[in-house]
């Protein structure tokens, strides 16, 4: 058995969960998430507690077990703490501001880019002395990681001076320059 899959999923106060049929709904104080599990799994609430268990042993239903757990845990904690990742901006004159919904951002490009923000994600612009970060929040951990993905392409880190966006401490490796005579 899953040793993930079989620990049930405990539901924290504030946080309502709902089932009907194979499609779960959970809500809490930072929105309302849903997700429809797969057939091979069979869910119940009981106790303040979500069940995951196959209804089969087939190595399908096995290998969704955990998989299923494991989203559904992370759809109850992202309704009620939430889930943030941090860019950071490194680069002269590399900047960024919010302009509504959308995110205004200066990456050495001969123009700003204006990244559209998702319904959902909360993006904020913090200033620690010289270093600029893009902070961004939402209940689904998978669109918060996607959003943080997608501004960071716009620029990625390079290896050789480290200019671009990169996630807060994420460690860039450096190469080392040409070697002179």
Do not use: C, W
Not at 30 to 36: A, S
Not at 150 to 179: D, H, M, T
Request: charged share 30%; hydrophobic share 35%.
């Amino acid at each position: 058995m899953s040793r993930i899959g079989k620990m049930p999923v405990e539901l924290p106060e504030g946080v309502k969960a709902e089932l009907a049929g194979q499609k779960l709904s959970v809500s809490g104080k930072n929105g309302k998430l849903e997700r429809t599990v797969r057939s091979e799994i069979k869910i119940s609430i009981e106790d303040g507690e979500i069940v995951l268990t196959r209804k089969d042993d087939s190595k399908k239903s096995r290998a969704f077990h955990g998989m299923e757990r494991a989203l559904i845990n992370n759809m109850v904690k992202g309704v009620a703490t939430g889930f943030e990742k941090e860019l950071q901006l490194i680069g002269v004159g590399y900047r960024a501001d919010t302009k509504g919904t959308n995110l205004e951002l200066g990456l050495g490009y001969s123009h700003p880019i204006t990244f559209q923000v998702p319904k959902g994600i909360k993006a904020s612009v913090l200033k620690e002395g010289r270093e600029i970060f893009v902070k961004l929040e939402g209940p689904d951990k998978q669109q918060v990681g996607q959003v943080a993905a997608q501004i960071r392409s716009l620029r990625p880190p390079e290896p050789y001076k480290g200019k671009g966006v990169r996630y807060r401490n994420e460690q860039v490796r450096r190469k080392a320059g040409k070697a002179g005579k």
